[in-house]
């Protein structure tokens, strides 16, 4: 199977890719299960970028220059919910490549255990440092300080990450982001769950997000300059709303909380 796969990669590369998204959960799975098989198919698995064109691992992964040199290959799970994140890397001519398969994770996992030089991070797991403007740390201090005292007082959060960063895209009012080996344990809790294997609760791990506020933007601006304002309670639930639907689905209760908040917000807007 593995022949007739790469002999067709490499006379029909046109066709390889039009069954490519077909296929390609089978051959993951092959690659998984069959070492020998992975050693014939590694350099024709395809992978779909940002733009949509197919390219190979080997096209993503520049040849090592030392036994320490690592590339980090970021991925999208799903275009829709982590379009803020991929507006962000597009603005920074940066790239990811979209796995969202279930056997994705599974799949990315073996790549990494056979190659010691390839780390994959999932686009919404870090603010990198090319989406950031670079400052000194301490201008920025005070209003963490504040910021984060706020939040947490105000979503009851005690144990609530807070990061203040001053990111390139002043749009970008809050992110929320998820360690990659925290949301990779979350998934195979998740999986676990699914098969009626149990373990552990996988909101377990939201304790490890971290809510990223972005001090050029002109609304976190405010809540910090107008910390006892009436209404500043109301913007940092909204603001941390509107970065949890950058990431994940909220619950019933949240998303009945969000919008009932967001037409108060509108009325305000109104008066």
């Known amino acids: 199977v593995a022949d007739k796969l790469t002999g067709m990669c490499k006379t029909d590369r046109e066709s390889y890719e039009k069954y490519w998204d077909d296929i390609s959960p089978f051959i993951k799975f092959g690659f998984i299960r069959d070492q020998k098989f992975a050693d014939k198919i ?15 691992l080997s096209d993503l992964v520049p040849a090592p220059a030392n036994d320490d040199d690592v590339t980090t290959l970021y991925y999208i799970t ?26 994705d994770s599974a799949f990315i996992t073996q790549i990494e255990q056979q190659n010691q030089h390839i780390k994959f991070k999932r686009i919404d797991a870090d603010v990198e440092d090319a989406l950031k403007e670079d400052v000194d740390e301490k201008e920025l201090d005070e209003i963490k300080t504040s910021l984060t005292d706020l939040f947490r007082k105000t979503l009851n959060k005690e144990n609530l990450e807070v990061h203040v960063e001053k990111l390139k895209d002043a749009k970008i009012s ?84 969000f919008v009932q908040r967001s037409n108060q917000i509108m009325m305000l807007l109104a008066k």
């Not at 829709?80 to 979209?98: C, G, L, P, R, T």
Request: charged share 25%; proline share 2%; hydrophobic share 40%.
């Open 174 to 257: 809050s992110i929320i982001t998820l360690s990659e080996e925290s949301r990779r344990m979350q998934d195979m809790m998740k999986m676990y769950a699914m098969n009626g294997m149990g373990g552990m609760d996988p909101n377990m791990f939201a304790a490890d997000q971290t809510l990223t506020l972005n001090a050029n933007n002109e609304l976190v601006k405010y809540i910090f300059e107008h910390k006892d304002s009436e209404h500043v309670p109301m913007f940092c639930e909204q603001l941390y709303d509107l970065a949890m639907l950058s990431n994940q689905p909220l619950s019933v209760d949240a998303m009945a909380k």
């Open 42 to 56: 590694k350099d024709y698995i395809l992978f779909k970028n940002m733009e949509h064109k197919y390219v190979t």
């Open 78 to 103: 799903d275009e829709v919910q982590q379009s803020q994140y991929i507006n962000m890397f597009k603005e920074q001519d940066m790239d990811a490549v979209i796995l969202n398969h279930n056997i």
